[in-house]
Nanobody
């Protein structure tokens, strides 16, 4: 059973930065895709960013492009989301996600596994 464990959320003022991390247990997923989704109160979970397990291909939601950067450590099987110039509308629970095998576009990630979520709160 795969486990995804997130860390690094917290409270930050608008314009600040945070990095959230996600460690996957036990296996490598070079042929899969790892990503981040978020869910704000009263809203549906939405795609934020994704990266191929082998590194390289990335995809971002329009709302975070040029502010957020996703990266992966394929050896540690960890994925990171560096969030800069945070806005109050970025406030949400951020979920790590893993699709274990995907050959198509990373933006179309359909997760097989989810992390428990980490809260990110941006104050104005």
């Amino acid at each position: 059973q795969v486990q995804l464990v997130e860390s690094g959320g917290g409270l930050v003022q608008a314009g600040g930065s945070l990095r959230v991390s996600c460690a996957a247990s036990g296996r490598t997923f070079s042929r899969g895709v790892m990503g981040w989704f978020r869910q704000a109160p009263g809203k549906e979970r939405e795609f934020v960013a994704a990266i191929r397990g082998s590194g390289g291909d990335t995809a971002y939601a329009d709302s975070v492009r040029d502010r957020f950067t996703i990266s992966i450590d394929s050896i540690k099987v960890a994925v990171y989301l560096q969030m800069n110039n945070l806005k109050p509308e970025d406030t949400a629970v951020y979920y790590c996600a893993l699709e274990t095998f995907r050959l198509g576009a990373v933006a179309s990630i359909r997760p097989d596994y989810w992390g428990q979520g980490t809260q990110v709160t941006v104050s104005s």
